[in-house]
């Protein structure tokens, strides 16, 4: 039984690294795509992960599997296809805050199919995860339906985190469709601040997961930034501050912080219906911890702490 099986996006995130001596912008090749963030977050912090995308059978492609494997997230379902080349996503970063232009026209990502999933991963998982960017294309998008099927059918709990990227949807009308339209099979969820709107057609955060929640959603989180986060559920409604830190790059700072939170579901075992007010504080307050010590380094996969560091920052 893995604690959580994720499917989605897997890429090179080129991160800004300086200049050269000509005076030239050099890029540091940085393993990344949100649910490969989320689950090296959660194998960071010793949970039994498994990878469902698909790559380039590139050089691009074999590095990313590579760092998964090094992580112990299980590939049997990471493809690697010869016709397709791996995503790429260039950043740029000012005063901490990152914007991407993408490679992938079409990307590795976007061309998995229904039938190349791997339905035992599916049916031995706690949790599953997805997010929005396997929902811009076909055949992607139909792969993800069925993965949501599949695990929520075998008792999974279902994990969505709705990443908004504008250049990848053909208008914002698309991505509004298609992001709320996986709302329904969804049991916790997480958005940004800057989504509430798109997702809800409420910018206020509280008032977003409001409406999330009337939707079906059992358990809502709003990031909001230096401002922290709060959950939401049918009974209980918490807010904790972020941790006070040095801010170096945000790529994985949403990830790291949902890494956290369903590391905290999957260690305790704790569904939506089992939260109190003092059970969500805690899970709260860890996961922001984990996104405090990521935003601390360069690039996603490779910033996300330890156990041991997360543990260690809320002992003192």
């Known amino acids: 039984m893995y604690d959580v099986t994720a499917l989605g996006e897997l890429l090179i995130d080129f991160t800004p ?15 990344g795509g949100a649910p490969a963030n989320v689950l090296a977050a959660l194998s960071k912090l010793g949970c039994r992960t498994a990878f469902i ?19 112990e997230i299980n590939t049997a379902n990471l493809i690697s296809d010869p016709d397709v080349f791996t995503t790429l996503a260039f950043v740029a970063l000012q005063n901490g805050e990152r914007s991407f232009s993408f ?21 031995q998982t706690k949790i599953f995860h997805f997010g929005s960017l396997s929902l811009t294309d076909e055949p992607a998008r139909s ?6 099927k ?14 908004y990227r504008a250049p990848l949807w053909q208008s914002r009308e698309a991505a509004i469709r298609e992001m709320r339209a996986a709302i329904p099979y969804v049991d916790i969820m997480k958005i940004s601040d800057e989504e509430c ?37 049918a009974s209980v409604s918490a807010r904790e501050p972020a941790m006070k830190c040095e801010l170096v790059d945000t790529t994985g700072a949403g ?18 219906e089992d939260l109190d007010m003092e059970k969500a504080q ?4 860890f996961a922001n911890a984990v996104a405090g010590l990521c935003v601390q380094k360069r690039g996603a996969i490779p910033a996300m702490p330890s156990k041991e560091a997360v543990e260690a920052v809320l002992n003192t």
Not at 150 to 163: F, H, V
């Open 255 to 272: 990830d790291s912080f949902w890494g956290g939170i369903l590391y905290q579901f999957a260690a305790n075992d704790w569904k939506p």
């Open 197 to 233: 709107d798109l997702l809800t057609d409420a910018s206020d955060p509280d008032e977003a997961a409001v409406r999330l929640l009337t939707a079906g959603v059992k358990c809502v989180f709003v990031t909001c930034g230096g401002d922290g986060a709060l959950l939401k559920t």
């Open 17 to 31: 690294c300086g200049v050269s001596e000509a005076g030239r912008a050099l890029f540091e090749q940085n393993p």
């Open 143 to 148: 792969a993800t339906y069925a993965a949501v």
């Open 150 to 163: 599949t695990a929520k059918e075998a008792g999974a709990l279902i994990s969505y985190d709705p990443n």
């Open 103 to 123: 490679a992938r026209k079409p990307g590795a990502d976007t061309q998995l199919k229904p039938e190349e999933l791997n339905e035992d991963l599916l049916k």
């Open 53 to 71: 995308g698909k790559v380039g059978n590139d050089m691009h492609g074999a590095y990313l599997r590579g760092v998964l494997e090094g992580l």
């Open 282 to 285: 805690t899970m709260l307050r």
